[in-house]
């Protein structure tokens, strides 16, 4: 390790060993951002596969995400308020399918009541294929 190395301090500091192993380098740090879909919030990477809630979108065709709320590579951190303005997660839509199944089961004692009930969502697996941001412009 180099003595500038942030990840030195850690591993000296008596973090658990599996920690200063995943970041032992800088090149571990990959450029990842945090995008909002469906409700829920992802954080992604360029080539990660992840599932998504249901999108209009058909399989091998491409999905484009604009709500960006941070990105960060190993040195930089930009976050927006809420949004980055100009930012696009694009994605190409791998298959439709559906998560596993999901039962709720409702039960009082001594009553003789018992309800199931159960669903399973339906999700769309997408494969980040780039992050981009907006490009500065010098306004003089």
Do not use: W
Not at 123 to 134: A, D, F, G
Request: overall charge positive; hydrophobic content about 35%; aromatic content about 8%.
């Amino acid at each position: 390790m180099q003595r500038g190395d942030p990840t030195s301090f850690a591993c000296q500091a008596g973090l658990p060993v599996e920690f200063c192993a995943a970041f032992s380098s800088l090149k571990a740090l990959m450029a990842y951002a945090i995008i909002n879909t469906g409700g829920r919030q992802y954080r992604i990477a360029e080539g990660d596969t992840i599932d998504v809630d249901l999108l209009d979108v058909d399989p091998g065709k491409t999905a484009t995400f604009g709500e960006v709320l941070m990105f960060a590579d190993g040195k930089n951190v930009m976050h927006g308020n809420p949004l980055i303005s100009g930012a696009k997660v694009t994605a190409e839509v791998v298959e439709q399918r559906k998560d596993k199944k999901v039962i709720a089961f409702k039960y009082k004692r001594r009553k003789g009541y018992h309800r199931t009930v159960g669903h399973r969502r339906k999700l769309t697996r997408v494969k980040i294929k780039s992050i981009s941001l907006p490009t500065k412009s010098k306004n003089t």
